[in-house]
């Protein structure tokens, strides 16, 4: 039973499409885990890691986005794009109003 060139190519852009939602993910997570979020007014060397770690989250915001555009392109059901933009818009703007 032979997969058509069509079908491996629908499965190649949904791989492709889970691997930039994972990602994004990956991104926000690792950012947030380096940003620390300080409660206190950090120290200099902080405030870096803090501004470091906020593009990281901005990046997976970024992903994010793209992931939930991409989705709806491809024309996944609008729950699957907002369930997959909805992180970034958050996180975002979190950070955007908390850096």
């Given amino acids: ?6 079908t491996r190519r629908r499965w190649t852009r949904t ?3 889970i691997l930039l939602v994972i990602a994004s993910m990956a991104l926000i997570a690792y950012g947030i885990v380096r ?6 007014l950090p120290t200099p060397a902080e405030q870096e890691e803090s501004r470091i770690g906020s593009r990281y989250i901005y990046a997976g915001c970024a992903l994010s986005v793209t992931a939930a555009v991409w989705s709806h ?8 794009s ?10 975002g703007w979190a950070t955007l109003h908390q850096p």
Avoid: F, T, Y
């Fill in 1 to 6: 039973m032979k997969c058509s060139l069509e």
């Fill in 15 to 17: 791989i492709a499409w």
């Fill in 35 to 40: 940003v620390d979020w300080h409660v206190w």
């Fill in 73 to 80: 392109i491809r024309g996944n059901q609008v729950w699957v």
């Fill in 82 to 91: 907002v369930c997959v933009g909805l992180p970034g818009l958050l996180v």
